[in-house]
């Protein structure tokens, strides 16, 4: 199983970034993938994520309304579209993936800087 980020870059506030994981060893439709940011000296958050089905997504609050999840099965990849972004997405981005009944999230990617200027 290997998750792969990227996507990431410089922005400036305002602007907008489109982040892939790309996925293999799974497929998409069973498996629910997250992704996750992590700035310095901070915890890492979940941002969002999307169940198996594809039914269900979430967003923290942080980011309701300006990021947006989605998939394509076909191409094994899961995207992150950020737009209007603001100096605190900030972050490490990472990618994950969650096996069905699974409580937590069992396999992570390696993941991609996002910087966002003011």
């Known amino acids: 199983v290997q998750l792969q980020a990227s996507g990431g870059g410089l922005a400036q506030a305002g602007g907008s970034l489109r982040l892939s994981c790309v996925v293999s060893g799974f497929t998409l439709d069973r498996y629910a993938i997250g992704w996750f940011r992590q700035a310095p000296g901070k915890e890492r958050e979940g941002v969002s994520c999307i169940t198996g089905s594809g039914a269900s997504t979430y967003y923290a609050d942080s980011v309701k309304g300006r990021f947006t999840i989605s998939r394509d099965i076909a191409k094994n990849t899961v995207y992150l579209q950020m737009n209007s972004l603001k100096p605190e997405d900030t972050a490490f981005y990472y990618c994950?993936?969650?096996?069905?009944?699974?409580?937590?999230?069992?396999?992570w990617g390696q993941g991609t800087q996002v910087t966002v200027s003011s």
């Open positions: 994950a993936a969650r096996r069905p009944m699974s409580s937590s999230y069992n396999y």
